[in-house]
């Protein structure tokens, strides 16, 4: 009989010690968030030569992040091709390199803050298509911007054509002597007739 107790006793101890652990368990576990992966983003993503990039990164560490930049496209250069002259005749252009000024960096720092977020800006140096890639340990993200050439001056006249040098002013002078000609024969033409109205030739 006493046996039998101790037995209850035991049953009734363990199933109330286990009540509080069943409860902990039932109990619903705050959500595991996934870190926010590093990114990188340029604006706009199309410049003319002479204008800004703007880059902004995401996600990183507090910290040194590294920036490198990969450029792929021919140096600016004058467009070749061929002019053509007043009378007909062609004049050849040459692609010719224009001279570069100091060279923008390929390899730069910039600081992300607190939240892992940066901002700077990048001023290319010559056309073709940029990718920047931004790295910090094992975190790396990739943008791409691309470069145009500068808009190229429209000439005075607001033609669409390059001016050209040579012999393209001997049609206005050419056009300018045949007018003075011209009005030196109308002017004899008329003293030549004042003249025989005068003496009466041909009159009746």
Request: proline share 9%.
């Amino acid at each position: 009989m006493r046996l039998s107790r101790i037995f209850m006793a035991l049953t009734v101890g363990l199933a109330v010690a286990a009540v509080p652990t069943a409860a902990g368990a039932a109990q619903p576990q705050p959500p595991v968030y996934a870190p926010t992966p590093a990114s990188l983003t340029v604006t706009p993503t199309t410049i003319r030569l002479g204008e800004t990039f703007t880059l902004e990164g995401e996600g990183f560490e507090a910290g040194t992040v590294t920036i490198n930049v990969a450029i792929t496209g021919n140096p600016n250069a004058a467009p070749a091709g061929s002019v053509r002259r007043s009378d007909g005749s062609a004049v050849a252009m040459t692609a010719v390199a224009y001279q570069q000024p100091q060279s923008a960096p390929t390899t730069f720092t910039v600081t992300a803050d607190a939240d892992g977020s940066f901002t700077t800006t990048y001023r290319p140096t010559r056309t073709g298509r940029h990718v920047f890639t931004a790295t910090q340990g094992t975190e790396e993200d990739s943008a791409t911007g691309i470069v145009l050439p500068q808009r190229p001056n429209r000439p005075p006249h607001g033609g669409g054509h390059l001016p050209v040098t040579g012999d393209s002013i001997g049609t206005p002078l050419k056009l300018g002597g045949g007018l003075a000609g011209a009005g030196a024969v109308l002017v004899l033409l008329s003293l030549a007739w004042r003249r025989r109205g005068r003496f009466g030739i041909g009159s009746r």
